[in-house]
């Protein structure tokens, strides 16, 4: 018999983890994408991101989901994209890369990020900020070092990265719910 997740350390991302068009928050917008690099500065291939955020008019409840189901085999089609419900889920490819596509979020300048990694024992939550907030009471208590490591990087117009350390050096800031 093989092992069940319960009897071995994940993590484990079966069944529609991620899903098709898990990275489709909403349709065109911004595009947010980066790597996740673990303590040794490897790319981490088989990470699972999770993202909320709030609408570009500030509401964080969005629209309830938006997955599509095959008609016939009754398995998950992926996302239509139509609607924005404030949430996704991605995994890194062979390289740590990752990618989102979304809009900019109205009155809070950041995206919530939750890190499923293989050697987590919980996974670790984090934010992308899209801008640099001064009055974001978490940006405005972290010393310059720390805190760069929450913006991302603008390349082009409409076109993020943001980069998740999982330690060392440059490592980003994660946030306690505790």
């Known amino acids: ?10 993590p484990f991302y079966g069944y529609a983890l991620p899903f098709p068009g898990g990275g489709e928050l909403a349709e065109g917008g911004l595009v947010v994408h980066g790597q996740v690099w673990d303590g040794a500065g490897q790319p981490v291939p088989d990470a699972l991101l999770e993202f909320w ?3 570009p008019d500030g509401d964080l409840r969005g629209a309830p989901g938006s997955l599509r189901h095959d008609p016939g085999t009754g398995e998950i089609a992926g996302r239509h994209s139509l609607v924005f419900t404030g949430f996704g889920r991605v995994s890194t490819d062979a390289d740590g890369h990752w990618m989102i596509r979304t809009v900019m979020p109205g009155s809070r300048a950041y995206v919530s990020v939750c890190v499923f990694a293989r050697g ?3 996974h670790l939550f ?3 900020y899209l ?6 009471p978490l940006l405005g208590r972290l010393p310059p070092a720390r805190r760069a490591t929450l913006l991302a990087a ?3 117009v409409g076109v993020y990265r943001f980069d998740v350390r999982l ?4 490592e980003t800031v994660f946030l306690d719910f505790g």
Do not use: Y
Request: cysteine-free; overall charge negative; charged content about 25%.
């Open 126 to 128: 984090t934010r992308i």
């Open 120 to 122: 987590l024992g919980h």
């Open 167 to 170: 330690q060392g050096e440059g």
């Open 1 to 10: 018999m093989r092992p069940t997740p319960s009897q071995t350390v994940g």
């Open 131 to 136: 801008r640099d907030d001064p009055g974001d």
């Open 53 to 55: 955020q709030a609408g």
């Open 154 to 156: 603008g390349e082009s």
